[in-house]
């Protein structure tokens, strides 16, 4: 198993899939991380992490414009050379794009709960051709929705 893959077969290790096609997801993931670095982006079907950001008192969601995808959507990205936890990368995105300090893995703040898998395509654009992100997503709660700030404009 490659290095940079056990973060991902960790956190797949113990998740149950709720549908057959979020199965077939899990099962290209778990494929992908075992043949070679699952992150890099010069494969047509990398891992990313993401985060739906929460505030518990009023069950506002943040989302974000995502200007390639055209749409609202949750945050997060592509891992950074040498990380390999999806958590990790869930939370500096969000952290990142939101500017919030005070994220947390909810509803236990102790322990990290991988929410939902999928493969997503995704267009064309910025130099790169259409490919497919394997997203890994966590919830993560704010006590200070207001305090968000993008990551740009």
């Known amino acids: 198993m490659a290095v940079l893959g056990n973060g991902v077969v960790a956190a797949l290790d113990g998740f149950e899939p709720r549908s057959a096609a979020e199965a077939g997801d899990v099962a290209?993931?778990?494929?992908?991380?075992r043949g070679g670095?699952?992150?890099s982006r010069s494969l047509p079907l990398h891992v990313t992490g993401s985060a739906i950001v929460v505030h518990?008192?009023?069950g506002r969601v943040l989302l974000r414009w995502h200007e390639r995808m055209q749409g609202w959507l949750q945050l997060g990205g592509h891992g950074d050379p040498g990380e390999s936890d999806p958590f990790a990368i869930a939370l500096r995105e969000a952290h990142e794009e939101t500017g919030l300090?005070?994220?947390?893995?909810?509803?236990d703040r102790a322990r990290p709960a991988l929410v939902h898998v999928v493969v997503v395509p995704v267009p064309a654009g910025k130099g790169e051709p259409d490919h497919e992100h394997a997203d890994m997503r966590y919830v993560l709660a704010t006590a200070a929705p207001d305090e968000a700030t993008p990551e740009s404009p």
């Open 101 to 107: 300090g005070d994220l947390a893995p909810w509803p």
């Open 28 to 33: 290209r993931i778990h494929t992908l991380a």
């Open 37 to 39: 670095d699952p992150w």
């Open 56 to 58: 518990p008192p009023s």
